[in-house]
Antibody
Framework: EVQLVESGGDLVQPGGSLRLSCVASGFRFNSQWLSWVRQAPGKGLEWVASIKQDGSGKSYGDSVKGRFTISRDNARNSLYLQMNSLRVEDTAVYYC????????WGQGILVTVSS | DIQMTQSPSSLSASVGDRVTITCRASQGISNYLAWFQQKPGKAPKSLIYAASSLQSGVPSKFSGSGSGTDFTLTISSLQPEDFATYYCQQYYSYPFAFGPGTKVDIK
């Protein structure tokens, strides 16, 4: 069974930093693209970033480019999202998902940016 | 960047109705299109990938079609558990983008 479990969400002040983690199981981790998707309260889904199998290719949405960094550790079956210079508008539930087409999703983790 | 639109933004339907949701890309995306269902407070669930391929375990009442710029998701006979918000997503080129969603509720 494919499972994705996010952690690391918290309340953080504007300008602060946070690192999200996602641990995967139930599939061959190093053969899959991985993605982060977020959803602000009451809003739709927003693609944040994706990373290729070996970590060599990464891409970001315009709203997070230059502030967020996606990375992975294939030995630990783990995906990460380093979020710097956080803004109030980054407040959202963050999901990790398998693949560019997001065929499996984690349960989501809440990040709140507020003073 | 490729923009995704969906229509309608919401619809009211009855149990047993056939429902069709449309997704349009601002430029051609071949068949790199996925559909998702999301219920309140839950993570999205993948229904369709590659525009028309049904994800494992998804009932056959869901179907997808289209290629290029115009796509549809059809629910053949709406059931109570199908009332939810539906999103399309293109994964043809960066930045990957979701449509704004279509909320399906009970008439």
């Amino acid at each position: 069974e494919v499972q994705l479990v996010e952690s690391g969400g918290d309340l953080v002040q504007p300008g602060g930093s946070l690192r999200l983690s996602c641990v995967a199981s139930g599939f061959r981790f190093n053969s899959q693209w991985l993605s982060w998707v977020r959803q602000a309260p009451g809003k739709g889904l927003e693609w944040v970033a994706s990373i290729k199998q070996d970590g060599s290719g990464k891409s970001y949405g315009d709203s997070v480019k230059g502030r967020f960094t996606i990375s992975r550790d294939n030995a630990r079956n783990s995906l990460y999202l380093q979020m710097n210079s956080l803004r109030v508008e980054d407040t959202a539930v963050y999901y990790c998902a398998r693949g560019a087409g997001c065929d499996y999703w984690g349960q989501g983790i809440l990040v709140t940016v507020s003073s | 960047d490729i923009q995704m639109t969906q229509s309608p933004s919401s619809l009211s339907a009855s149990v047993g109705d056939r429902v069709t949701i449309t997704c349009r890309a601002s430029q051609g995306i071949s068949n790199y299109l996925a559909w998702f269902q999301q219920k309140p407070g839950k993570a999205p669930k993948s229904l369709i990938y590659a525009a028309s391929s049904l994800q494992s375990g998804v009932p056959s009442k869901f179907s997808g079609s289209g290629s290029g710029t115009d796509f549809t998701l059809t629910i053949s006979s709406l059931q109570p558990e199908d009332f939810a918000t539906y999103y399309c997503q293109q994964y043809y080129s960066y930045p990957f983008a979701f449509g704004p969603g279509t909320k399906v509720d009970i008439k």
